[in-house]
T-cell receptor, first 113, second 117 residues
Framework: SQTIHQWPATLVQPVGSPLSLECTVE??????LYWYRQAAGRGLQLLFY??????ISSEVPQNLSASRPQDRQFILSSKKLLLSDSGFYLC????????????FGDGTRLSIL | AQKITQTQPGMFVQEKEAVTLDCTYD???????LFWYKQPSSGEMIFLIY??????QNATEGRYSLNFQKARKSANLVISASQLGDSAMYFC??????????????FGQGTRLTINP
């Protein structure tokens, strides 16, 4: 069966520090991969998605970037964090069928001080 | 303009009762999909049910069913025989588009459901 791992679960970082969140998927090949952010009490906002290695599409201009160095690895990064980057970050994967759901990781709670 | 509207910020229901969570959407596409997810306090997003715009029958998955009214652009989630474990945030999402097979989902603000014993 397929599983998705996301780490760390929680992270506290100072303003201006770098960020690296990692997500890996097991049990499937060539998945679509996604990064979302959820502000407190709000719905999810799609940040990035990837259909293959090295292919990244950005949905929202921001202080963040994403990379996909391997087929089942998706990384969210920042060179300098802002206070507004605080939130709950979720990674997801899906197969290449439009009527199949996205499956989410457990998320990372990021607090910027 | 908000594309997914969930008008109930919070719902309180007695255990074993049925509950309907509202979702309306806005799109000019003929082909689209609607998803419902459950988010417990632990944070993970759990897929519940899917309805395609061309599906003629309302989707059902166990205790979950989707009341899909295409002309009204609504896709309400119905949970039958509610249980204490159903207490969570519930999100309606619409597939806004496809890009090389990747789904672009837009989410509503969510409804917090509390089941009382």
């Amino acid at each position: 069966s397929q599983t998705i791992h996301q780490w760390p679960a929680t992270l506290v970082q100072p303003v201006g520090s770098p960020l690296s969140l990692e997500c890996t998927v097991e049990g499937t090949s060539n998945p679509n991969l996604y990064w979302y952010r959820q502000a407190a009490g709000r719905g999810l906002q799609l940040l990035f998605y990837s259909v293959g290695i090295g292919q990244i599409s950005s949905e929202v201009p921001q202080n963040l970037s994403a990379s996909r160095p391997q087929d089942r690895q998706f990384i969210l990064s920042s060179k300098k964090l802002l206070l507004s980057d605080s939130g709950f970050y979720l990674c997801a994967w899906s197969v290449r069928q439009f009527n199949q759901p996205q499956h989410f990781g457990d998320g990372t709670r990021l607090s910027i001080l | 303009a908000q594309k997914i509207t969930q008008t109930q910020p919070g719902m309180f229901v007695q255990e074993k009762e049925a509950v309907t969570l509202d979702c309306t959407y806005d799109t000019s596409d003929q082909s689209y999909g609607l998803f419902w997810y459950k988010q417990p306090s632990s944070g993970e997003m759990i897929f519940l049910i899917y309805q395609g715009s061309y599906d003629e029958q309302n989707a059902t998955e166990g205790r979950y069913s989707l009341n899909f009214q295409k002309a009204r652009k609504s896709a309400n989630l119905v949970i039958s025989a509610s249980q204490l474990g159903d207490s969570a945030m519930y999100f309606c999402a619409m597939r806004e588009g496809l890009d090389q097979g990747a789904q672009k989902l837009v989410f509503g603000q969510g409804t917090r459901l509390t089941i009382n014993p």
